[in-house]
Every structure is written in structure tokens, then in C-alpha cells.
């Protein structure tokens, strides 16, 4: 089982900007794809972004333009650019791995947009 590990969560202003890292404890090289989600008070868990083993990336309208989703196959890390954060972007961020039958989730990291 390969451990997830999010980090770069935190307390930013309205239009101000974060990056999240999910590093992999072993190679993300084989993954099907990566994905982040985020869930915020009282609501479901919903998918941001993902990224395929190819490289093709999939976004949620709400953050399209706003946000991008990379890896670094090297570093076994996946990112989370977030620009133009805005208050409804609050939420427990949570990043995912697939392969095969292998499903893998990280423990979150709080983003909270907040002036």
C-alpha cells in the first residue's frame, strides 16, 4: 500500500495563492491517475483535478484557469497550484492515487480563504 502524505494547506487572503504537495511513499510512475479532491463543512467530497499516467489533466469548472494540477515523477510528489483563491475554495483537501485495484487516499490538509 503506497502512503499518501498532503501538505502546503493553510490560511490565505482572498486572491492570494497556495501550493499542495501530496508526496507518494514509493514511485507514482505506474499510477493510473492522481487526483485531488476537497471537502468542505456540511457538504460531499467532490474531485478537483486529476492528472492521468499520460499526463492529460481534468478539471472541475469552479477552478478551471484558477488552478493546475502537476506531478514530478521524480520526486514521487504530486502539486496543487491554487491562484485567485476565493472564500468558497475553503475545504479539507484531500489528494488520491489509482492503480488497478489499488486505491489510495492522503489524510487532507486544511485550505482556508478568509480575510
Known amino acids: 500500500q503506497v502512503q499518501l502524505v498532503e501538505s502546503g494547506g493553510g490560511l490565505v487572503q482572498p486572491g492570494g495563492s497556495l501550493r499542495l504537495s501530496c508526496a507518494a511513499s514509493?514511485?507514482?510512475?505506474?499510477?493510473?491517475?492522481m487526483s485531488w479532491y476537497r471537502q468542505a463543512p456540511g457538504k460531499q467530497r467532490e474531485l478537483v483535478a486529476t492528472?492521468?499516467?499520460?499526463?492529460?489533466?481534468i478539471y472541475v469548472d469552479s477552478v478551471k484557469g484558477r488552478f493546475t494540477i502537476s506531478k514530478d515523477n521524480a520526486q514521487n510528489t504530486m502539486y496543487l497550484q491554487m491562484n485567485s483563491l476565493k472564500p468558497e475554495d475553503t475545504a479539507v483537501y484531500y489528494c488520491?492515487?489509482?492503480?488497478?485495484?489499488?486505491?489510495?487516499w492522503g489524510q487532507g490538509t486544511q485550505v482556508t480563504v478568509s480575510s
Open positions: 514509493g514511485s507514482i510512475l505506474s499510477f493510473t491517475a
Open positions: 492528472i492521468t499516467i499520460d499526463g492529460s489533466t
Open positions: 488520491r492515487a489509482v492503480r488497478g485495484a489499488l486505491n489510495s
